[in-house]
């Protein structure tokens, strides 16, 4: 399997074992995405400065 695919799934199983059913309140929803989109924003900073690309 393709190591970022694996990535992505590993990611999803943490998510799911740390916030458990996902019937969250509209806050709890905002601090999971953003919590969420800051991991990715990190990851693409890191990519995107990296040498060599």
């Known amino acids: 399997m393709n190591e970022q ?5 590993n990611g999803w199983k ?6 458990g059913e ?4 509209p806050l709890l929803w905002l ?3 953003g919590e969420d ?5 990190k ?3 890191e990519y995107g400065f990296s040498p060599g690309l």
């Not at 943490?14 to 916030?19: A, D, F, I, T």
């Not at 989109?37 to 924003?41: A, I, R, V």
């Open 37 to 41: 989109f800051g991991e990715m924003c």
């Open 31 to 33: 601090l999971i995405i």
């Open 22 to 25: 996902q019937n969250h309140s």
């Open 43 to 45: 990851e693409a900073n």
């Open 5 to 9: 695919i694996e990535k992505v799934i």
């Open 14 to 19: 943490r998510q799911g074992k740390k916030w």
